[in-house]
């Protein structure tokens, strides 16, 4: 989920990663098939970016340190800002039902994460804000931001492991990230079992599998490139009804690091993205499918950090269709998601307003732009 306009880009991933960010809202506002989401959609976003990693980003402590900027700048800066935003917000959001004080929501939404929002203090926010400079604290608004840390951990944690082996072992770095993924899959497996983790590290260990599986797969595109729909069809459909099957035997959640067994967990995640890479085979075929999904998957951080928010825009028309208090909006996730159809305006919302934003945002910078005097002409 790593912004970037100008860098080259893998149309496949992007569809995978725009399909992916649909399961994410869809799982979300409470779809009734979210728990057979909840089997792939987050593990396809690490497979997705360990797909695109590049060895000689790793290559020299130069080439490293440019590359931890560079995920600074990608991951870290807005994870940080919107943090720090919402933080900043959270009074005023209290007093527009973004959240609540009222005890009495209860009494008409009931749900793990409904519960009356306090007035902070200025010292109470900055504390929020000097964590989160850490990665150390969200806002409830903003409940999808784990997921941009452990990305940044698993990245930086990768980058720093290949550069180690690169160094030392050389020609067998590929088995030895085998072994470490290994190694630390069970580590995090145990966190898991145990209800520990230390400040996201049990999610960085049970995760950096993925990414590696990403790698792996990466080394075969030339070979997926000239695979079929003849091979696609079969391999989506025993897939999918793989899932099917994996659904009834089990659940998973990445952001609070529950899963059966690893074994379990790989399974899910593999089949999830090879149903997802399947798919974007066949959408790709069709010209504005294909331009919708690319546009979709070059902006999910944008619905990352503001799905929640537009969320609350559908929880508002469902407070006026059914004549609820108006604090009833600050439910959370969703209002009535898993009633009738409503989940599937909160999709539409959670995903399409912070596009739509993020377009306009970025016709807007590239109008400014267009405005300053050029190099040449001072």
């Not at 994410?24 to 695109?52: D, E, K, N, T």
């Not at 604090?327 to 912070?354: D, S």
């Not at 596009?355 to 405005?371: E, G, Q, S, T, V």
Request: proline letters at 3%.
């Amino acid at each position: 989920m790593e912004p970037g306009y100008r860098s080259a880009r893998i149309e496949e991933i992007d569809i995978i990663k725009a399909l992916g960010i649909l399961c994410v809202a869809a799982g979300h506002a409470a779809a009734p098939f979210a728990r057979f989401l909840y089997l792939f959609h987050m593990a396809v976003f690490f497979i997705a970016s360990g797909f695109c990693f590049k060895s000689r980003s790793a290559s020299s402590l130069r080439n490293l340190l440019l590359t931890i900027v560079k995920k600074l700048r990608q991951i870290w800066l807005p994870f940080f800002i919107w943090n720090s935003i919402f933080a900043l917000l959270n009074n005023f959001f209290i007093r527009i039902n973004v959240y609540t004080d009222q005890a009495a929501l209860e009494e008409y939404v009931q749900g793990k994460y409904i519960h009356p929002h306090k007035f902070m203090t200025a010292a109470a926010i900055w504390k929020v804000i000097k964590r989160g400079f850490f990665f150390r604290e969200g806002t409830q608004i903003g409940g999808a931001f784990w997921f941009l840390r452990t990305l940044f951990m698993v990245q930086i944690l990768y980058y720093v492991v290949e550069f180690l082996l690169q160094k030392t072992v050389k020609a067998h770095t590929d088995l030895a990230q085998a072994a470490v993924s290994a190694i630390l899959l069970g580590v995090g497996y145990y966190c898991s079992l145990q209800r520990l983790y230390v400040n996201g590290f049990g999610k960085t260990a049970s995760f950096y599998c993925l990414f590696y599986l990403g790698h792996v797969l990466a080394g075969h595109k030339s070979r997926l490139a000239r695979l079929s729909w003849k091979h696609f069809l079969p391999a989506g459909g025993i897939s999918f009804l793989c899932l099917v099957f994996l659904w009834t035997k089990g659940a998973i959640s990445f952001a609070q690091l529950r899963y059966v067994n690893p074994g379990f967990m790989l399974i899910s995640s593999l089949c999830g993205w090879v149903m997802l890479y399947s798919a974007a085979y066949f959408l790709r075929q069709v010209v504005s499918v294909k331009q919708l999904l690319l546009e979709i998957g070059k902006r999910t951080i944008s619905v990352v950090l503001f799905h929640f928010l537009a969320f609350k825009l559908v929880a508002a028309v469902v407070v006026l269709y059914y004549g609820l208090p108006a604090f009833c909006i600050a439910a959370f996730p969703t209002l009535y998601g898993e009633k009738g159809l409503w989940w599937l305006a909160y999709t539409v919302a959670g995903t399409g307003v912070p596009i739509a934003a993020d377009i306009f945002y970025h016709r807007l910078l590239d109008r400014w732009k267009a405005l300053l005097p050029k190099p040449h002409d001072a």
